[in-house]
């Protein structure tokens, strides 16, 4: 099992930025990849960011060039940082663990990011 727990969201106008933070506990050595995904209103969940962890990256083609994934090993802690932010990224994120051989998914809580124009 792994436990997730999110936190850094909040209200920011458009062009600012946020850090997100999501710290892992549990059977953290079993995980293979951690990312961040969101929920916007009406919408359905997308991918926005993921690392594996020996280190590589990918993002969805929106956050491209403005949102960086990074993970501290010694902290059991992955971060969103996310800049240049548009009123489109409001959102619920979710951390999101793929652990095990099944790849069996781990979710946090969520945590709700407002883009005001």
């Known amino acids: 099992q792994v436990r997730l727990v999110e936190s850094g969201g909040g209200l920011v106008q458009a062009g600012g930025s946020l850090r997100l933070s999501c710290a892992a506990s549990?059977?953290?050595?079993?995980?293979?990849?951690m990312g961040w995904y969101r929920r916007a209103p009406g919408k359905q969940r997308e991918l926005v960011a993921i690392?594996?962890?020996?280190?590589?990256?990918n993002y969805a083609d929106s956050v491209k060039g403005r949102f960086a994934i990074s993970r501290d090993n010694a902290k059991n802690t992955v971060y969103l940082q996310m800049n240049s932010l548009k009123p489109e990224d409001t959102a619920v994120y979710y951390c999101?663990?793929?652990?095990?051989?099944?790849?069996?998914?781990?979710w946090g809580q969520g945590t709700q990011v407002t883009v005001s124009s």
């Open positions: 549990g059977s953290i050595l079993s995980i293979n990849t």
């Open positions: 690392i594996a962890i020996p280190g590589s990256t």
């Open positions: 999101n663990a793929r652990a095990g051989f099944v790849m069996s998914d781990y």
